[in-house]
């Protein structure tokens, strides 16, 4: 059985899928932009965004009773790699030791045009 989770602390999909899933002892959260709840880039730069990005992740894994520390994998979508070094300071921000696992992807686009994007599961249980 599947569960799903929004909050409006975060931005509504932009299409037809879900903020997050929670099924089977894991919360899926789909890929966060850095846009704020309503709609608007937090800024221009990576940094800003990968912010933006985080705070959302955070405010759907809240609403699910969970925090940063349930994280087990996350992944990162970049639009372009030379920014690898600012995002993961922003990302070390958030997260403590034993870090979850990662990976991290350059692609040709993100939608809206964005800097960044990151998915993250987190165990429930």
Do not use: H
């Not at 932009?14 to 800024?43: H, M, R, W």
């Not at 349930?70 to 995002?87: H, R, Y």
Request: hydrophobic share 45%; net charge negative.
């Amino acid at each position: 059985m599947k569960k799903v989770i929004s909050t409006k602390d975060a931005p509504q999909a932009i299409g037809p899928y879900s903020q997050a899933i929670e099924a089977n002892g894991f919360l899926f959260i789909s890929g966060q932009l850095g846009v704020t709840p309503d709609g608007k880039f937090a800024g221009e730069d990576v940094r800003a965004q990968a912010e933006q990005s985080m705070l959302n992740l955070k405010a759907i894994l809240a609403q699910a009773g969970l925090s940063f520390e349930n994280a087990v994998k996350t992944t990162i979508f970049l639009a372009d790699i030379e920014d690898f070094a600012a995002v993961n300071e922003i990302y070390a921000k958030f997260f403590s030791e034993p870090y979850p696992a990662r990976s991290t992807i350059a692609v040709k686009t993100l939608p809206k045009g964005g800097l960044v994007e990151i998915e993250l599961v987190a165990a429930t249980k």
